[in-house]
């Protein structure tokens, strides 16, 4: 199976191999920031980012931090994902006319294609009887 996957560029062949072999990835970075992570080392400052043109290399003390934090809990987060695989998603929830909506709109952005404006700008206009409308006419906003 190993030898198969290599031949084949690397590619896992079922979803849930592909997401063990994401999980494993995320480990290694997290552990590869995590090692360098030392909670008495100085705090990286506004004068060192500057000074390294706005890159500190291996990431700031809070990526180092964060990365310790989620190294301890990426073996949960696996278990947790794997075992709501086949549950209700958010999805299931979203009438299916907006959902398909934004489906298009998604599918164009990713494509670069153009998306038509389906939708009535006129019809949807805000007017004075909300709130927000109100609040942005007393703040000087006119339309």
């Keep these: 199976r190993d030898a198969s996957r290599r031949q084949s560029g690397g590619a896992a062949s079922t979803a ?9 990835h995320r480990k290694l970075e997290y552990a590869a920031l995590a090692k360098h992570a030392d909670e008495d080392a100085p705090r990286d400052t506004v004068e060192d980012a ?22 301890k ?3 949960q987060a696996l278990e947790l994902t ?3 695989k086949g549950r209700h998603h958010v999805a299931d929830y979203i009438p299916k006319e907006e959902l398909d909506k934004f489906l298009k709109k998604a599918d164009a952005v ?4 153009q998306l038509e404006n389906t939708e009535d700008f006129a019809k949807n206009a805000l007017d004075e009887s909300n709130v ?7 703040q000087g906003w006119q339309q």
Excluded: P
Excluded at 16 to 24: C, G, K, P
Excluded at 60 to 70: L, P, V
């Design 16 to 24: 849930d191999e592909r997401e063990a072999e994401l999980h494993e």
């Design 50 to 71: 500057e000074y390294y043109g706005g890159v500190i290399e291996g990431g700031t003390w809070e990526h180092k931090a964060r990365a310790k934090e989620m190294l």
């Design 73 to 75: 809990t990426a073996d």
């Design 82 to 84: 794997m075992n709501a």
């Design 110 to 113: 990713t494509s670069g294609k």
């Design 132 to 138: 927000g409308y109100q609040m942005l006419q007393q």
